[in-house]
C-alpha cells in the first residue's frame, strides 16, 4: 500500500505545482474576459475563440480546487473571471448555452450541442458552492431544467438526423448525467436527485450495456437494442471506462456493493478490450464487430481516456482491493506519464499517434482544456490517500 500513498503524493504535487500554474499563468483573457483555451506547448494562445463548455469546465475546476483543496483566493478569482464572461456572452435568449463566441463573446455557433449546457451548469453550481451568490444558482438550475427538458432531444432544431429511419440514442448524456446528478445535489430537489440517480443507473447499466459482448456502446436503438450500422457497432472505451467511474460513484452513496462490482468487472473488460497491445496505451474507437470504424483518428492515443481509466482504477482498488485494478494502474501510470507528461514546458500533450509520438504539440484547444487531467490527478490524488479496504474486508466506503 505504501508504493500507492506514493502515487498519491506524485499525483498531489504534479496537479499543484505543475497543471493549475500552467494555467493560471496562460489561459486569463484579462482584456475581454473568460479563459484562452488554445494553448501551444509553451503556453502561448494560438486561437482566441471560446468554446463554453471548456470556459464551464474551467470555472468548475477551479471553484472546486477552492471548495475541496484550499481556499486560496487566486482560485476562486479565477473561477469568477470566467463566470463572468458566461453569465454576459454565454447564452441566447431562450437560455441555451452556445458552442463557441469569438475572443469578445460574439457567438459564433449556435447551441447545438448540449454539453455547453451541462457544464455552464456544472460551472456555477460549483462557483455557488464557493461563494453563495444566488444568481450564480439560478444560472445552475435553469440550465439543468432546460437539459432535462432536452433530454430526449438533445440537437433540437440543430439534428442532422433525418427521423424515424435509424431512431438511435447516444450514451454521452447519461453517463454526464450520473455525474451532474451529484455536482448539482445541493441545489436540487432530493427527490429529483434520487429519480435521476436510478433513471441514469438504469440507462447505463442495462440500455446501454451489451451483455454478449460486457461492454457498452456508443448508441444503441432507443429500446437498446444492437444497431448494426457503424453507429451502432461503434465502442469508445474511454467512454466506458470514465462512465464507470461516476457509476461507482453513485453505487458507494446507494452502498451498492453489487453495482459498484459491476462496474470494476466493466471498466476492466473495456481497459482489456481497448489496450493496444503493439504499442501500448489505449485505442481511441474500435468497432464491436472488429470492422474499420469510420472515425479516421480510431487508432489514437488521448489524454483524457488514459487519465480517467487512471481515476477508475485507482477507485476500483481503493474500495475493493483488486489486484487487477491495481496492476492496471501501474500499467497506465506508467504509460501515461512517459508518453503525455511534457517535462520540459510543463502541463501535458493531448494527441498521441498509434506509435505513442506527440500528434499535436498543444496544451488546450477546443476539446482540450483544464479539466481532464487536473480532475483526474485531483482525484487519483484524493482516492490513493485513503486506505485500501482488502478484499477480505470488501465493503463500500464513502467516496471521494
Given at each position: 500500500?505504501?508504493?500507492?500513498?506514493?502515487?498519491?503524493?506524485?499525483?498531489?504535487?504534479?496537479?499543484?505545482?505543475?497543471?493549475?500554474?500552467?494555467?493560471?499563468?496562460?489561459?486569463?483573457?484579462?482584456?475581454?474576459?473568460?479563459?484562452?483555451?488554445?494553448?501551444?506547448?509553451?503556453?502561448?494562445?494560438?486561437?482566441?475563440?471560446?468554446?463554453?463548455?471548456?470556459?464551464?469546465?474551467?470555472?468548475?475546476?477551479?471553484?472546486?480546487?477552492?471548495?475541496?483543496?484550499?481556499?486560496?483566493?487566486?482560485?476562486?478569482?479565477?473561477?469568477?473571471?470566467?463566470?463572468?464572461?458566461?453569465?454576459?456572452?454565454?447564452?441566447?435568449?431562450?437560455?441555451?448555452?452556445?458552442?463557441?463566441?469569438?475572443?469578445?463573446?460574439?457567438?459564433?455557433?449556435?447551441?447545438?450541442?448540449?454539453?455547453?449546457?451541462?457544464?455552464?451548469?456544472?460551472?456555477?453550481?460549483?462557483?455557488?458552492?464557493?461563494?453563495?451568490?444566488?444568481?450564480?444558482?439560478d444560472i445552475a438550475k435553469s440550465t439543468f431544467e432546460n437539459i432535462l427538458k432536452r433530454r430526449n432531444n438533445t440537437k433540437?432544431?440543430?439534428?442532422?438526423?433525418?427521423?424515424?429511419?435509424?431512431d438511435l440514442k447516444n450514451f454521452s448524456l447519461p453517463m454526464i448525467l450520473s455525474n451532474l446528478s451529484l455536482e448539482l445535489?445541493?441545489?436540487?430537489?432530493?427527490?429529483?436527485?434520487?429519480?435521476?440517480?436510478?433513471?441514469?443507473?438504469?440507462?447505463?447499466?442495462?440500455?446501454?450495456?451489451?451483455?454478449?459482448?460486457?461492454?457498452?456502446?456508443?448508441?444503441?436503438?432507443?429500446?437498446?437494442?444492437?444497431?448494426?450500422?457503424?453507429?451502432?457497432?461503434?465502442?469508445?472505451?474511454?467512454?466506458?471506462?470514465?462512465?464507470?467511474?461516476?457509476?461507482?460513484?453513485?453505487?458507494?452513496?446507494?452502498?451498492?456493493?453489487?453495482?459498484?462490482?459491476?462496474?470494476?468487472?466493466?471498466?476492466?473488460?473495456?481497459?482489456?478490450?481497448?489496450?493496444?497491445?503493439?504499442?501500448?496505451?489505449?485505442?481511441?474507437?474500435?468497432?464491436?464487430?472488429?470492422?474499420?470504424?469510420?472515425?479516421?483518428?480510431?487508432?489514437?492515443?488521448?489524454?483524457?481516456?488514459?487519465?480517467?481509466?487512471?481515476?477508475?482504477?485507482?477507485?476500483?482498488?481503493?474500495?475493493?482491493?483488486?489486484?487487477?485494478?491495481?496492476?492496471?494502474?501501474?500499467?497506465?501510470?506508467?504509460?501515461?506519464?512517459?508518453?503525455?507528461?511534457?517535462?520540459?514546458?510543463?502541463?501535458?500533450?493531448?494527441?498521441?499517434?498509434?506509435?505513442?509520438?506527440?500528434?499535436?504539440?498543444?496544451?488546450?484547444?477546443?476539446?482540450?482544456?483544464?479539466?481532464?487531467?487536473?480532475?483526474?490527478?485531483?482525484?487519483?490524488?484524493?482516492?490513493?490517500?485513503?486506505?485500501?479496504?482488502?478484499?477480505?474486508?470488501?465493503?463500500?466506503?464513502?467516496?471521494?
Amino acid at each position: 500500500m505504501d508504493k500507492m500513498k506514493n502515487y498519491s503524493k506524485m499525483y498531489k504535487e504534479e496537479l499543484l505545482q505543475n497543471i493549475i500554474p500552467f494555467w493560471m499563468d496562460h489561459s486569463m483573457d484579462k482584456d475581454a474576459g473568460g479563459y484562452f483555451t488554445c494553448l501551444d506547448q509553451f503556453g502561448k494562445v494560438f486561437d482566441k475563440d471560446k468554446f463554453i463548455w471548456l470556459q464551464g469546465r474551467q470555472v468548475w475546476m477551479f471553484s472546486t480546487l477552492f471548495n475541496t483543496v484550499e481556499t486560496r483566493q487566486e482560485w476562486l478569482d479565477m473561477a469568477e473571471h470566467g463566470a463572468r464572461f458566461l453569465k454576459k456572452h454565454g447564452r441566447d435568449s431562450e437560455g441555451n448555452w452556445y458552442f463557441s463566441l469569438d475572443q469578445h463573446g460574439q457567438p459564433l455557433v449556435q447551441p447545438y450541442n448540449i454539453f455547453s449546457d451541462c457544464f455552464a451548469t456544472m460551472g456555477f453550481a460549483a462557483l455557488y458552492k464557493a461563494n453563495g451568490k444566488d444568481e450564480y444558482a439560478d444560472i445552475a438550475k435553469s440550465t439543468f431544467e432546460n437539459i432535462l427538458k432536452r433530454r430526449n432531444n438533445t440537437k433540437g432544431i440543430y439534428s442532422k438526423i433525418y427521423p424515424g429511419t435509424r431512431d438511435l440514442k447516444n450514451f454521452s448524456l447519461p453517463m454526464i448525467l450520473s455525474n451532474l446528478s451529484l455536482e448539482l445535489e445541493h441545489l436540487l430537489d432530493p427527490e429529483l436527485v434520487n429519480n435521476l440517480i436510478h433513471d441514469v443507473i438504469n440507462e447505463v447499466m442495462n440500455i446501454f450495456y451489451q451483455e454478449e459482448s460486457g461492454l457498452i456502446l456508443e448508441n444503441v436503438y432507443t429500446d437498446g437494442s444492437f444497431a448494426d450500422c457503424f453507429e451502432g457497432r461503434l465502442l469508445n472505451p474511454g467512454h466506458v471506462i470514465e462512465a464507470m467511474w461516476f457509476i461507482m460513484d453513485l453505487g458507494v452513496r446507494l452502498k451498492d456493493q453489487k453495482l459498484v462490482d459491476k462496474t470494476i468487472e466493466i471498466a476492466l473488460r473495456a481497459i482489456e478490450y481497448g489496450w493496444d497491445e503493439e504499442f501500448g496505451g489505449i485505442l481511441y474507437f474500435k468497432d464491436i464487430k472488429g470492422y474499420p470504424p469510420q472515425q479516421l483518428e480510431w487508432d489514437q492515443k488521448l489524454w483524457w481516456v488514459h487519465v480517467e481509466a487512471l481515476v477508475c482504477m485507482a477507485k476500483a482498488y481503493q474500495l475493493t482491493g483488486n489486484e487487477q485494478a491495481k496492476q492496471w494502474f501501474e500499467k497506465l501510470h506508467q504509460y501515461t506519464w512517459n508518453h503525455f507528461r511534457d517535462e520540459q514546458y510543463g502541463e501535458w500533450f493531448g494527441y498521441l499517434n498509434r506509435r505513442g509520438e506527440v500528434l499535436l504539440p498543444l496544451k488546450g484547444g477546443k476539446w482540450k482544456g483544464c479539466f481532464h487531467i487536473p480532475r483526474g490527478l485531483m482525484q487519483v490524488w484524493r482516492t490513493l490517500e485513503k486506505d485500501v479496504l482488502t478484499a477480505n474486508k470488501k465493503e463500500v466506503i464513502t467516496s471521494v
